[in-house]
């Protein structure tokens, strides 16, 4: 069955060193002012590393911080507490406390959007793929009913400073998981990412 287009951003799929629930989870900081994040956006860091300040992450060489699994913050309308899927971008009092999945050997699943990522042929018998390419995120638009992020795969090649490196198809009866139709969903993991730089450049997964 062809896939649709429904993207739904990075879905955790299999931790690296970190088990479940928290995966290796790390906590950053979002600034009041800052931008809404959805869960399963990539995010960077706002100023530096050292700082631990989040903001949504821009397709390009910068190298990401994670990808974001939901909030806390002191709601300034309620006067308490909340726990939030997304940080809509408004409305808290003083600092959010943010969730980044950012375990260096973290895998998640996404959808993919262009022609350029299908195989062709069949998983035993395909004459092209894009496991072991590089890839680019775009953030797309996320859902303020569910918290899910908009973000999706929007190229792929040999760029090195891409964020994400693709590890496989994700073949099942669901949505995206036909592997020769446009808009399959891939396992991806981390390659240019803050916990994977190396000083010269990204260092790839292993």
Same mark, same amino acid.
Request: glycine share 14%.
């Given at each position: 069955m062809a896939n649709t287009q429904a993207y739904f951003g990075f879905t955790q799929y299999q931790g690296g060193a970190g088990g %479940?629930? #928290?995966? %290796?989870? +790390?906590t950053r900081r979002i600034a009041s $002012? +800052?931008?809404a994040i959805y869960t399963g956006d990539p995010v960077m860091p706002a100023v530096s590393t050292a700082n631990g300040? *989040? /903001?949504?992450? %821009?397709?390009? +060489?910068t190298a990401i911080a994670g990808i974001f699994v939901g909030c806390k913050y002191l709601n300034t309308s309620l006067g308490r507490t /909340?726990?939030? $899927?997304?940080?809509?971008?408004?409305? %808290?009092?003083g600092d959010v406390e943010a969730y980044v999945i950012d375990d260096p050997n973290a895998r998640f699943? /996404?959808?993919? +959007?262009?022609?350029a990522f299908p195989i062709t042929g069949t998983l035993s018998t395909q004459t092209s793929g894009v496991q072991g390419q590089y890839a680019q995120f775009t953030i797309g638009?996320?859902? #303020? $009913?569910?918290?899910?992020?908009?973000a999706y795969l929007s190229a792929v090649g040999t760029t090195v400073t891409y964020p994400f490196i *693709?590890?496989?198809?994700?073949?099942g009866v669901q949505n995206g998981g036909d592997p020769t139709s446009q808009y399959c969903n891939v396992i991806v993991?981390?390659?240019n990412e803050v916990w994977r730089t190396n000083g010269a450049g990204p260092t790839g997964i292993s």
């Open positions: %479940a629930p #928290t995966f %290796a989870q +790390s $002012s +800052s931008g300040y *989040i /903001v949504q992450a %821009a397709a390009g +060489s /909340v726990w939030s $899927s997304y940080w809509p971008g408004s409305g %808290a009092t699943i /996404v959808q993919t +959007s262009t022609t638009t996320g859902n #303020t $009913s569910t918290g899910r992020s908009g *693709i590890v496989d198809y994700n073949v993991g981390f390659n």
